[in-house]
């Protein structure tokens, strides 16, 4: 159970947690007082484009202003990670003199240490290549002291010292990437992983905050402070000053923190959290950014109130603007417009594969299959996929999207996929199976993978009706509670004839290859890892009609908003 440091005053606005839900872990908020914005960023690994950067007026309604990772030169080596869960890990955000700073670690072929930067958040052209420097482990925080005129320190995670895990801190020059001598800093209060660091200057101390206890059920956020930049180090005394371990809390896996002030003076905090309770087994939208109020008096400790899905605090002013993240979504590839910023790919795509209304196709997507689908290819690791998707932002949520399937090449497949991983996905496609010398085409639901999961898993493969072949398709996914993901098909043109395919377990799509991660859903077009000659002109998917809605959150365990 959480110390002292927790015990907060109650605020004055209601709201809900999470915060950005979906796929949005180790998040790094700042505030520009210019604007009255808020700004976060969140790990994306070797999803593209990566380092969405969040905006908002009032905490509630986010803008996707720009993705900071947004073109393969800034990192070239993401087309060769063959990590599912490597890459992109744990930013920090800042902001000076009119200029914003992303920090960040790219655990790809060989760890590295990146800054970005750019004046215009609202652009992603606007961010800059990254300066790349020695990286002392993973986790990077940017600081500027203003003690020493404006000296850049990075304080970051060391898991491989001789001295054990520890945080570390090392001058950095940002003209060149050079980095000065390592200072060690802090090893924590004696759990396992420290890391996670940022640095703050408040009333003459520096307070150093770390995650601690791992990312799973004892992750924590632990504080110290020192009156020296280097230490000696004294912890706070009712550490840990944010934590849901040890609890029954529907909200788990608390930890890797920020903390910063409104324009107002009110201190906020963001952590990752996952919505599984204490059996930690089933949470297909991994780990997610929750929002916390507190105080922090002159002189003392940051006092955080513990995270719960409904919370109250002194919200800034509503703004009543459409949240990016919760809107409905209805895409519908008009002739002229472009892919839209938020849908992500695995690694980077290759672009050709990808067309927007083509020639005698308009308010289509065209995807050229891909060798392999969704699935893992273990003799080429990192070769291209086609899929494009979207984060699951829900627990109860309706997607679905029309499919025109014109080619009769054996093995070809199209459809759409629930994803976490290349080892885990659930996916229901149009495919053609050879019989012999015969093509038929069939409805498929496959499962790759189990994740947390250890009952029966049911794939079905059915005929196509005779009825609807050469007609579009509707394939639909629905979660009507947070266990179970149910698949139908219908012809676009009837959708009261839809047909229940089959159903999935969601802990299918929670830990194991994807504990770092979180659910997708998107479509795909593949070869069925069987590419052969002779394939045509028109061996192609067109997608269109791409809808998404959100229905429900499950805040706690008998409560959905």
């Known amino acids: 159970m959480a110390g002292t440091c ?17 796929w949005h872990s180790d998040p790094s908020c700042t505030f520009v007082h210019e604007t009255e914005t808020f700004f976060c960023v969140t790990s994306t690994f070797i999803a593209f484009p990566g380092l969405p950067l969040y905006a908002s007026k009032d905490l509630q309604s986010w803008e996707l202003a720009s993705n900071v990772f947004n073109r393969p030169s800034q990192i070239p080596d993401l087309a060769k990670t063959d990590n599912q869960q490597g890459g992109i890990y744990a930013p920090t955000l800042r902001y000076r003199d009119g200029v914003f700073y992303l920090i960040v670690s790219n ?109 799973e059920m004892d992750h924590s956020v632990m504080m110290a402070r020192s009156r020296t930049r280097t230490g000696p180090w004294e912890p706070c005394p009712g550490n840990p000053v944010l934590t849901n371990r040890g609890t029954d809390e529907y909200f788990q896996t608390v930890g890797h923190a920020d903390l910063f002030q409104d324009a107002r003076g009110n201190w906020w905090g963001v952590a990752l959290s996952t919505r599984t309770g204490p059996e930690f087994v089933n ?40 949240d990016d993240i919760a809107k409905p979504e209805h895409l519908t590839f008009a002739p002229g417009s472009e892919i839209p910023k ?10 050709e594969s990808y067309v927007v209304s083509p020639k005698g196709h308009p308010h289509t997507l065209r995807l050229t299959p891909s060798n392999y689908g969704p699935s893992y290819n273990a003799s080429s690791t990192t070769d291209p996929i086609t899929l494009l998707a979207r984060r699951q932002t ?18 070809l497949e199209a459809g759409i996929s629930v994803f976490i991983t290349q080892e885990q996905h659930v996916d229901l496609s149009i495919v053609n199976i050879v019989h012999g010398t015969t093509i038929s085409r ?20 059915m005929d196509l009706p005779y009825s609807w072949g050469g007609k579009k398709v509707t394939l639909t996914v629905q979660a009507v509670d947070d266990t179970t993901y149910h ?18 377990d969601t802990r299918v799509l929670s830990g194991d290859t994807g504990k770092f991660t979180g659910t997708l859903v998107g479509v795909y077009a593949s070869r069925g890892g069987r590419p052969q000659p ?23 365990y008998d409560l959905i908003v």
Do not use: C
Request: net charge negative; glycine share 12%.
């Open 442 to 461: 069939a409805i498929e639901l496959k499962t790759t993978g189990r994740g947390n999961y250890n009952g029966t898993i049911s794939n079905v493969t």
């Open 107 to 215: 655990l790809g072929t060989e760890t590295k240490g990146l800054v970005f930067t750019s004046s215009d958040p609202y652009d992603d052209a606007a961010w800059s290549e990254p300066l790349v420097f020695e990286v002392r482990g993973i986790d990077p925080d940017i600081f500027f002291d203003d003690d020493e005129d404006g000296q850049v320190y990075v304080t970051s995670s060391e898991t491989t010292s001789s001295e054990g895990q520890q945080i570390q801190q090392y001058a950095l020059d940002l003209s060149t990437g050079e980095t000065g001598p390592v200072s060690s800093l802090w090893n924590g209060t004696g759990g396992v992983w420290p890391e996670g660091p940022h640095i703050y200057k408040k009333d003459g101390y520096y307070y150093l905050l770390i995650a601690e206890g791992g990312t």
């Open 487 to 504: 698949f139908f098909a219908s012809p676009a043109s009837r959708p009261k004839d839809a047909m229940h395919i089959g159903e999935a």
């Open 6 to 22: 927790l015990a907060a005053r109650n605020g004055t606005h209601q709201y809900h947690n999470p915060m950005l839900p979906g």
């Open 283 to 322: 949470y297909p939208m991994g780990r997610e950014t929750v929002l916390t109020s507190g105080t922090w008096e002159e002189g003392g400790w940051p006092v955080l109130n513990p995270v719960r899905g409904v919370m109250s605090g002194p919200l800034p002013p509503r703004h009543e603007v459409e």
């Open 394 to 411: 829900d627990t109860l949520f309706t997607y679905s999207v029309d499919l025109e399937l014109a080619s009769g090449t054996p093995h």
């Open 342 to 351: 938020h849908l992500m790919y695995w690694r980077f795509p290759e672009e």
């Open 534 to 556: 002779g394939y045509g002109e028109d061996d192609f998917a067109y997608f269109s009609n791409w809808r998404y809605e959100g229905q429900g959150q499950k805040v706690d």
